[in-house]
């Protein structure tokens, strides 16, 4: 008799950032006069730069004749994308990552979200508290956590690193050893950095215990200070560490979709690559990136196209300053937003973050991102993001402001 | 201790089309002054068709300016996408599916390979034989089969129907009850076609057992007799089948990437709705399919795209009959090609496949694919695929049956 997989039913009703949202349709739908303005989900509203647009219209003409048609890609993706993302994002860093362990992907989601099919199902997986939701939901589909306990906010069997204002938003390490650790860096939600060493610390506590690092850098390119663009600028990390990158953020591709990850061939656990394993995933589960995508992507390294998308960086920056100082001197205690499009604040007069989402939507009409949505330890505290557009962040956060 | 997935290590070396691939490119470095021609790997040639390439532009200029910029997608893929989906492929074949029913993704492999997650570990599935790689092997990677038995070609525990010239290529309703039937019409590798009566009995064998079907109708668009190109033609399909679809072969997607899978509401198991699973699948591990991809998409059913679809499709259809012909006139068995851009040959004098593989790549310098890279039931069988351009087509038959 069909059984469904009844791990899913261990998740909560919906993912997050559908939950954020709904609720704020609903909002909308109830109050029209209302110009809501989100600040919620990491999406961003600066349109594709004209580099990209330029490779993209150019990438369309050639699909259009038999000459210059492109079928499916090869299974890592484009070696000329490859390449440059090898030169550009590493070797230009120092860091020894060779064009075929580079796998291209329509982005850091979906790579997120399967790179936990590598592991065995008993593997401990251990994440920072609070995370983004795709880590720990992927393992719950998956089977590798046992149930929610509503009291702990805690899937069982995984280990949480609870980051708070009291440890600098900077988890010790735990200490029963985890198979899998899961580090965002410049860090989803909470907006924070981590120095090259302290990686450096947990490059070589994985080394030494055999763990694998799953290091997501999708917001590297936010970093300001003299923070590590990439784990592999760490000694040793080739060896335990497998890098998630991402185009939406610092190119502006949430609708667009392209990403990559990078499994050196030197990652190695019980005799078998890891390298290979994902190899053959890509094979068989994926059918790579669209060409005219890959394009687009190539463009992102070209001169002009750096010049522009830092210019577009530079403006969601600004905005995470104005959201930070505009905050701060309305008597907020807010977090992060220096070398991250993240701002995470404390609510006030200890609200929970639900309650101080509603509260938001429902006086100032600015949608944000509950805390206690990334995890037990995020209860408290609330997450804006820089991705608005100009204009609306500074009315959101005068909104805000005068509350 | 960290532990990889080892039901990796069930699969063979390499996914099938990854080797063909490979052996050929070994060939033609070795064989520089030879032009080989591929009708392997099922990949299509033709550019992608004006309507298809207008509206890329489009799309395109509008993600280059803020008004008109578009983000993340929504969960389901886009409305008008899906709304488009509904009336053309279901409503017009009096077909009863909504477009909250229709998920839109990257392409079928992604799906036919992801679909299994919503089924628990000890399900049984069935699958033809020969069969696409991907049902099986990403039933193996996730852990629901034994090892790989070499002596008969078959992984434990997967209930294998029998495909051959004895039994007209249509396997019997399996002995032992299945939880899951992986059924794809019209047929890969085989190119055969299935008719609504024999379809109607998959059908109703699922409902009376409670198994779930998956049917794979990426091939739809060539069928040319009166054939189901749904399976949602068949009464009652909706409370036991899930059904993928493909812009690759009609629309020449293949470098594009856009295809949907369609759970209809009333397909529930045990209490739980497979669509209500999907979703939270498709929300917490995809983003969705590019907005400019989608908006290609929605080309494809416009009146101009639909006559030029017809076009390119019978381009395709007439190589599958120059194929069909030529092979069967130098005095080849032929099957398919008439519902489906796949030939499908007996190999001559009893060769193995993987022995004409070399023998056509050889001395024909011709790709073609070995059917018992399909399974077992498909030694001694070949694959061509139509999918070349009729210059390489008419020149692949002339040398083959030059042999």
Chains 1, 2 share one sequence.
């Not at 805390?371 to 997450?383: A, H, L, V």
Request: with cysteine; charged share 20%.
């Amino acid at each position: 008799m069909f059984r469904i997989n009844e791990n899913y039913l261990k998740l909560g009703g919906s993912y997050l950032f559908s939950t954020v949202g709904r609720k704020a349709r609903e909002f909308q739908a109830q109050h029209p006069e209302v110009e809501v303005i989100s600040l919620g989900i990491g999406d961003v509203t600066e349109p594709l730069c004209p580099a990209v647009i330029k490779a993209l219209h150019e990438a369309v003409e050639e699909m259009g004749h038999a000459e210059s048609f492109h079928g499916y890609a090869p299974d890592l993706g484009y070696v000329w994308l490859r390449e440059c993302i090898a030169k550009n994002d590493y070797a230009a860093r120092g860091a020894r990552i060779t064009p075929d362990e580079i796998f291209v992907s329509d982005g850091a989601k979906s790579d997120a979200g399967a790179i936990q099919e590598l592991f065995s199902l008993d593997a401990r997986i251990a994440v920072c508290d609070p995370v983004y939701p795709v880590y720990v939901d992927s393992n719950v589909m998956a089977g590798r956590t046992g149930a929610f306990d509503a009291e702990t906010g805690r899937y069982g069997g995984v280990l949480y690193m609870p980051c708070r204002a009291e440890n600098g938003f900077s988890p010790s390490l735990p200490e029963e050893a985890p198979d899998v650790i899961y580090l965002c860096y410049p860090n989803n939600p909470t907006g924070m950095g981590i120095s090259k060493e302290k990686l450096q610390n947990w490059v070589d506590y994985a080394n030494s215990s055999g763990a694998v690092i799953l290091y997501d850098a999708a917001y590297e390119a936010y970093i300001t200070g003299d923070l590590p663009h990439s784990i592999y600028e760490c000694d040793g990390a080739e060896s335990c560490a497998i890098e998630l990158r991402s185009f939406s953020k610092n190119a502006g591709f949430t609708g667009t979709r392209l990403g990559f990850t990078v499994i050196p061939k030197a990652l190695v656990r019980g005799g078998v690559s890891l390298h290979d394993l994902w190899a053959r995933r890509h094979g068989t589960r994926y059918n790579g990136a669209p060409y005219i995508v890959q394009k687009a992507g190539m463009a992102v390294y070209s001169e002009e196209g750096k010049a522009q998308i830092r210019e577009q960086i530079g403006i969601y920056q600004k905005n995470a300053r104005l959201i930070r100082e505009g905050l701060s001197g309305a008597g907020y205690t807010v977090y992060g937003g220096v070398d991250a499009p993240y701002i995470w604040l404390k609510t006030p007069g200890n609200m929970s973050s639900w309650d101080f989402f509603d509260l938001l939507l429902n006086q100032a009409g600015v949608v944000g991102t509950p805390g206690s949505g990334f995890g037990p330890s995020g209860e408290g505290y609330f997450r804006l993001t820089a991705f608005g557009s100009p204009a609306n962040t500074e009315k959101a956060v005068k909104r805000i402001q005068s509350l």
